[in-house]
Protein backbone atom coordinates (compact mmCIF):
# COMPACT_ATOMS: atom_id res chain seq x y z
CA UNK A 1 0.00 0.00 0.00
CA UNK A 2 1.49 3.21 -1.13
CA UNK A 3 1.59 5.31 1.89
CA UNK A 4 3.22 9.35 2.20
CA UNK A 5 3.47 10.21 6.17
CA UNK A 6 4.60 13.85 7.05
CA UNK A 7 6.03 14.93 9.90
CA UNK A 8 7.78 17.89 11.25
CA UNK A 9 5.00 20.45 11.95
CA UNK A 10 4.27 22.45 14.62
CA UNK A 11 3.87 25.87 16.25
CA UNK A 12 6.79 27.97 15.54
CA UNK A 13 7.03 31.81 16.01
CA UNK A 14 6.60 34.62 13.08
CA UNK A 15 10.27 34.66 11.78
CA UNK A 16 10.98 30.78 12.78
CA UNK A 17 11.90 27.80 10.94
CA UNK A 18 10.73 24.29 10.79
CA UNK A 19 11.83 21.38 8.39
CA UNK A 20 9.20 19.17 7.26
CA UNK A 21 9.51 15.51 6.44
CA UNK A 22 7.34 13.25 4.33
CA UNK A 23 8.51 9.54 4.50
CA UNK A 24 7.16 6.92 1.66
CA UNK A 25 6.19 3.69 2.12
CA UNK A 26 4.94 0.99 -0.72
CA UNK A 27 6.47 2.43 -3.49
CA UNK A 28 10.19 3.94 -4.36
CA UNK A 29 9.88 7.98 -5.23
CA UNK A 30 13.01 7.98 -7.19
CA UNK A 31 10.97 7.35 -10.02
CA UNK A 32 8.36 10.52 -9.17
CA UNK A 33 8.34 13.79 -9.00
CA UNK A 34 6.91 15.01 -5.78
CA UNK A 35 5.59 17.95 -4.33
CA UNK A 36 4.57 19.81 -1.24
CA UNK A 37 0.66 21.25 -1.42
CA UNK A 38 -0.66 23.30 1.46
CA UNK A 39 -4.17 24.29 2.53
CA UNK A 40 -4.70 27.41 4.98
CA UNK A 41 -7.85 26.33 7.58
CA UNK A 42 -11.67 26.22 6.08
CA UNK A 43 -9.45 27.62 2.40
CA UNK A 44 -8.30 26.14 -0.63
CA UNK A 45 -5.29 23.90 -1.83
CA UNK A 46 -2.38 26.19 -2.65
CA UNK A 47 0.66 24.22 -4.66
CA UNK A 48 3.73 24.73 -2.92
CA UNK A 49 6.75 23.47 -5.03
CA UNK A 50 7.91 20.53 -6.93
CA UNK A 51 11.12 18.36 -7.49
CA UNK A 52 11.98 16.20 -10.38
CA UNK A 53 12.45 12.38 -9.75
CA UNK A 54 16.41 13.09 -9.80
CA UNK A 55 16.54 15.90 -7.64
CA UNK A 56 17.85 18.26 -10.38
CA UNK A 57 14.50 20.90 -10.90
CA UNK A 58 13.12 22.13 -8.23
CA UNK A 59 10.13 24.98 -9.13
CA UNK A 60 7.99 27.14 -6.31
CA UNK A 61 5.00 29.48 -5.68
CA UNK A 62 6.02 33.18 -5.77
CA UNK A 63 4.98 33.27 -2.61
CA UNK A 64 7.54 30.86 -1.15
CA UNK A 65 10.20 31.20 -3.41
CA UNK A 66 13.52 32.08 -1.50
CA UNK A 67 12.01 30.96 1.76
CA UNK A 68 11.41 27.99 0.88
CA UNK A 69 14.03 24.43 -0.42
CA UNK A 70 12.43 21.53 -1.48
CA UNK A 71 14.94 18.87 -1.06
CA UNK A 72 14.97 14.86 -1.55
CA UNK A 73 17.09 11.58 -0.35
CA UNK A 74 15.53 8.73 -2.76
CA UNK A 75 17.99 6.27 -0.68
CA UNK A 76 15.86 7.00 2.56
CA UNK A 77 12.65 7.36 0.37
CA UNK A 78 12.09 10.43 1.75
CA UNK A 79 10.80 13.92 1.00
CA UNK A 80 11.93 17.22 2.57
CA UNK A 81 10.65 21.26 3.08
CA UNK A 82 12.48 23.54 4.94
CA UNK A 83 10.85 26.73 5.70
CA UNK A 84 12.55 29.95 6.88
CA UNK A 85 11.07 33.33 7.62
CA UNK A 86 7.95 31.87 8.16
CA UNK A 87 5.31 34.46 8.35
CA UNK A 88 1.31 33.90 9.99
CA UNK A 89 0.41 33.35 6.12
CA UNK A 90 2.30 30.11 6.06
CA UNK A 91 0.00 28.38 8.69
CA UNK A 92 -1.64 25.84 6.71
CA UNK A 93 -1.72 21.89 6.78
CA UNK A 94 1.23 20.74 4.61
CA UNK A 95 0.15 17.57 2.24
CA UNK A 96 3.58 15.90 0.34
CA UNK A 97 2.27 14.05 -3.23
CA UNK A 98 3.66 12.40 -5.06
CA UNK A 99 3.44 11.86 -9.03
CA UNK A 100 2.97 13.97 -12.15
CA UNK A 101 -0.26 14.15 -12.23
CA UNK A 102 -0.35 14.03 -8.51
CA UNK A 103 -1.71 10.91 -7.29
CA UNK A 104 -1.01 10.21 -3.96
CA UNK A 105 -1.22 12.43 -0.98
CA UNK A 106 -0.08 12.20 2.88
CA UNK A 107 -2.19 12.94 4.75
CA UNK A 108 -0.62 16.43 6.05
CA UNK A 109 0.97 18.20 8.80
CA UNK A 110 0.19 21.39 10.24
CA UNK A 111 2.24 24.46 10.74
CA UNK A 112 0.76 27.22 12.60
CA UNK A 113 2.98 30.52 12.69
CA UNK A 114 1.82 32.29 15.46
CA UNK A 115 3.40 34.35 18.39
CA UNK B 1 -2.58 31.09 -15.48
CA UNK B 2 -5.48 31.93 -13.09
CA UNK B 3 -8.03 29.12 -12.61
CA UNK B 4 -11.60 30.11 -11.94
CA UNK B 5 -14.33 27.83 -10.78
CA UNK B 6 -17.97 28.24 -10.99
CA UNK B 7 -20.46 28.08 -9.10
CA UNK B 8 -18.51 28.49 -5.85
CA UNK B 9 -21.55 26.17 -4.22
CA UNK B 10 -23.63 23.90 -6.04
CA UNK B 11 -26.57 22.20 -4.23
CA UNK B 12 -27.89 19.46 -5.62
CA UNK B 13 -29.97 15.79 -4.22
CA UNK B 14 -28.96 12.38 -4.64
CA UNK B 15 -29.30 11.15 -7.91
CA UNK B 16 -28.94 14.66 -10.04
CA UNK B 17 -26.46 15.43 -12.47
CA UNK B 18 -23.63 17.77 -11.10
CA UNK B 19 -21.82 19.55 -13.94
CA UNK B 20 -18.78 21.64 -12.58
CA UNK B 21 -16.73 24.08 -14.84
CA UNK B 22 -13.37 25.27 -14.72
CA UNK B 23 -12.08 28.20 -16.39
CA UNK B 24 -8.39 29.17 -16.96
CA UNK B 25 -7.25 32.57 -18.23
CA UNK B 26 -5.23 31.22 -21.07
CA UNK B 27 -4.94 28.12 -22.70
CA UNK B 28 -3.41 25.37 -20.25
CA UNK B 29 -3.32 22.41 -23.14
CA UNK B 30 -4.48 19.10 -21.69
CA UNK B 31 -2.80 19.15 -18.55
CA UNK B 32 -6.31 19.89 -16.57
CA UNK B 33 -6.65 17.86 -13.68
CA UNK B 34 -10.09 17.07 -11.13
CA UNK B 35 -9.31 16.23 -7.33
CA UNK B 36 -12.16 15.47 -4.80
CA UNK B 37 -11.57 16.62 -1.07
CA UNK B 38 -14.06 15.01 1.42
CA UNK B 39 -13.75 17.06 5.18
CA UNK B 40 -10.81 16.05 7.06
CA UNK B 41 -9.41 13.84 4.19
CA UNK B 42 -6.64 14.36 2.05
CA UNK B 43 -7.39 15.34 -1.92
CA UNK B 44 -8.19 12.11 -4.34
CA UNK B 45 -7.19 12.57 -8.06
CA UNK B 46 -10.25 12.42 -10.19
CA UNK B 47 -9.44 13.07 -13.40
CA UNK B 48 -6.08 13.94 -15.43
CA UNK B 49 -4.99 15.16 -18.73
CA UNK B 50 -8.71 16.54 -19.11
CA UNK B 51 -10.65 13.33 -19.53
CA UNK B 52 -8.64 10.42 -17.85
CA UNK B 53 -10.35 8.81 -15.23
CA UNK B 54 -7.67 8.08 -12.51
CA UNK B 55 -7.60 4.34 -11.26
CA UNK B 56 -10.38 3.03 -9.58
CA UNK B 57 -12.66 6.32 -9.84
CA UNK B 58 -16.21 5.25 -10.94
CA UNK B 59 -17.47 5.77 -14.90
CA UNK B 60 -19.78 8.32 -13.27
CA UNK B 61 -17.26 11.08 -13.12
CA UNK B 62 -16.25 12.52 -16.83
CA UNK B 63 -13.97 15.65 -17.49
CA UNK B 64 -13.91 17.28 -20.89
CA UNK B 65 -13.07 20.67 -22.00
CA UNK B 66 -10.28 22.46 -24.21
CA UNK B 67 -8.49 25.28 -24.21
CA UNK B 68 -9.43 27.81 -21.69
CA UNK B 69 -12.59 25.84 -20.73
CA UNK B 70 -13.63 22.65 -18.78
CA UNK B 71 -16.22 20.56 -17.47
CA UNK B 72 -16.33 18.07 -14.48
CA UNK B 73 -19.48 15.67 -14.92
CA UNK B 74 -20.70 13.74 -11.72
CA UNK B 75 -23.95 11.55 -12.68
CA UNK B 76 -26.40 9.97 -10.41
CA UNK B 77 -24.77 11.88 -6.71
CA UNK B 78 -24.41 9.77 -4.34
CA UNK B 79 -23.98 10.97 -0.32
CA UNK B 80 -20.46 10.30 -0.42
CA UNK B 81 -19.94 12.69 -3.45
CA UNK B 82 -20.54 16.00 -1.86
CA UNK B 83 -17.37 17.36 -1.37
CA UNK B 84 -15.39 20.20 -2.73
CA UNK B 85 -13.62 20.06 -5.99
CA UNK B 86 -11.00 21.28 -7.52
CA UNK B 87 -9.35 22.22 -10.91
CA UNK B 88 -5.42 22.30 -11.52
CA UNK B 89 -3.34 23.02 -14.28
CA UNK B 90 0.58 22.96 -14.98
CA UNK B 91 2.60 25.78 -16.90
CA UNK B 92 5.18 24.89 -19.03
CA UNK B 93 7.36 27.89 -18.34
CA UNK B 94 7.58 28.96 -15.94
CA UNK B 95 6.77 25.10 -14.33
CA UNK B 96 4.07 26.20 -12.38
CA UNK B 97 1.26 24.66 -11.11
CA UNK B 98 -2.16 26.41 -9.74
CA UNK B 99 -5.37 24.84 -8.50
CA UNK B 100 -8.56 26.53 -9.09
CA UNK B 101 -10.59 27.92 -5.68
CA UNK B 102 -12.64 24.95 -5.67
CA UNK B 103 -16.58 24.20 -6.17
CA UNK B 104 -18.25 22.76 -3.18
CA UNK B 105 -21.19 19.99 -3.73
CA UNK B 106 -23.62 20.59 -1.19
CA UNK B 107 -26.52 18.29 -0.33
Known amino acids: EVQLVESGGGLVQPGGSLRLSCAAS????????MHWVRQAPGKGLVWVSR????????SYADSVKGRFTISRNNAKNTLYLQMNSLTADDTAVYYC????????WGQGTLVTVSS | IVLTQSPATLSLSPGERATLSCRAS??????LAWYQQRPGQAPRLLIY???NRATGIPAKFSGSGSGTDFTLTIDSLEPEDFAVYYC???????????FGPGTRVDV
Open chain 1, 97 to 104: ASGQPIRD
Open chain 1, 26 to 33: GFTIRSYW
Open chain 1, 51 to 58: ISSDGIIT
Open chain 2, 26 to 31: QSVGSY
Open chain 2, 49 to 51: DVS
Open chain 2, 88 to 98: QQRNRWPPLFT
